[in-house]
Each structure stands twice: as C-alpha cells, then as structure tokens.
C-alpha cells in the first residue's frame, strides 16, 4: 500500500522565518510528488516533481525531490503570514498500463503558521 | 473559464437520505477523482475514473457510487450506507502531463 509522511505535523513561525517541510514516501511504480497549498477551501497546485536533485522554484517557495532516499522538502523563505496554510504532499503512481493516470496518495499535511 | 466546479458549496442531509454532489470540468481532462477530508487529516480518495463509462473505487468507496456517462462531468452520490458521512469533498481532475487540479470543494453535513 502505498504511504506518504509529512513532518512536522505543524508549525509556528514569525514572520521573516525560513521553513522546511518534509515528505516521505514509499509507492510502487512513482511517477510524481506533487506539493499543495491548502488554505480555507481547495488546495491550489504548487509544484510537480519527476526527476530527482532538480529544484523547482515559484518566488519564496522551492522544492525539490530525492528519489533515492525516497523524500521531498518544500522550502519557503522569508515567509509571511499570507504563507498561513494546510501543505500537502501526494505521490502518484503510474497505474498498471503504464499511463499517467495512477490514483494520488496524500500526506496527512503540515499546518503551518506564520505569526506577524 | 476555463475550470472545476462543484455544487453545492454546502449540503445537510438528513440520516437516512441519499443525496448528490455535482463535479463539472471544462478542462478537457480524461481523469476525475473524489476525495473526501476530514477535519485535521488529508485528502483520502474515494472513486476516481480516468475515462468515459468507467471508474474505480479508491481506497474508501463503501457507501458512495459514481458514474461518468461524459467527460465533463464525475458525479458522487453519498448513500445511506455511508455512516459517517459529514466531511469536506473535493473533486480534481488532471490531464496526462500535469499534476490534479481540484474544484472548490463541498461541505457536507448530517443533521
């Protein structure tokens, strides 16, 4: 089955912190890990990430993936309360044909908050 | 434009009754999931259907059914047999190439 941990479960910053966020996983035939940001309502896509030791940057927030050690880590610098939110980690897998359709397996998210 | 939709944003339904939530994409995507959150906990999936007339259950599908009978649109009804059904449910879909991309969610409670 497969199996995707965040860590930590939670988070208290200030404004201006840098942060990590982590996340394990173990899944048969990976195709992707793929970040959320989660606030009040749906979560809004961040990053998908293929190819391991490539970083994938959008402003403060990067990402990037280790495939050998099976992990990913979210970074947010310089972060704002606006940052506020749920951040949930998924794997997809490739389904048995071989197609990009694998179902995703979430994390159970990291709430991170961000004080002024 | 170009998007997910669900309604209705909220829903109360009383034990017993069965009752449906509506996921429309104009996205062009072949893939549709639903999942379902509970307070403090991630997304688990229920059905998800990667095309027309076909679909198949997550890792939570008892009491729920789904049908795909077009592409826009993954429909979920929630069953009697469901018994603990008060929960957020969110809808996606995703194309071959980028990752799920999900509709505003609906809120479900039982009185």
């Known amino acids: 089955e497969d199996k995707v941990v965040q860590s930590p479960l939670s988070l208290v910053v200030h404004e201006g912190d840098t942060v990590t966020l982590n996340c394990s996983y173990e899944v048969t035939n990976f195709r992707s890990l793929l970040w959320y940001k989660q606030e009040k309502k749906a979560p809004t896509f961040l990053f998908m990430l293929t190819s391991s030791g490539i970083e994938k940057k959008s402003g403060r927030l990067s990402s990037i993936l280790d495939k050998k050690e099976l992990f990913s880590i979210l970074n947010i610098t310089a972060t704002q309360t606006g940052d506020s939110a749920i951040y949930l980690c998924a794997v997809q897998r490739f389904n048995a044909g071989g197609t990009s359709y694998g179902k995703l397996t979430f994390g159970q998210g990291t709430i991170l908050t961000v004080h002024p | 434009d170009g998007g997910i939709t669900q309604s209705p944003k909220y829903l109360f339904r009383k034990e017993g009754q069965n009752v449906t939530l509506s996921c429309e994409q104009n996205?062009?995507?072949?893939?549709m999931y639903w999942y379902r959150q509970d307070p403090g906990q991630g997304l688990r999936l229920i059905y998800y259907s990667q095309i027309v007339n076909d679909f198949q259950k997550g890792d939570i599908a008892e009491g729920y059914s789904v049908s795909r009978e077009k592409k826009e649109s993954f429909p979920l009804t929630v069953t009697s047999a469901q018994k603990n059904p008060t929960a957020f449910y969110l809808c996606?879909?995703?194309?071959?190439?980028?990752?799920?991309?999900f509709g505003p969610g609906t809120r479900l409670t039982v009185l």
């Open positions: 996205l062009n995507h072949d893939a």
């Open positions: 996606a879909s995703s194309s071959r190439v980028f990752g799920q991309f």
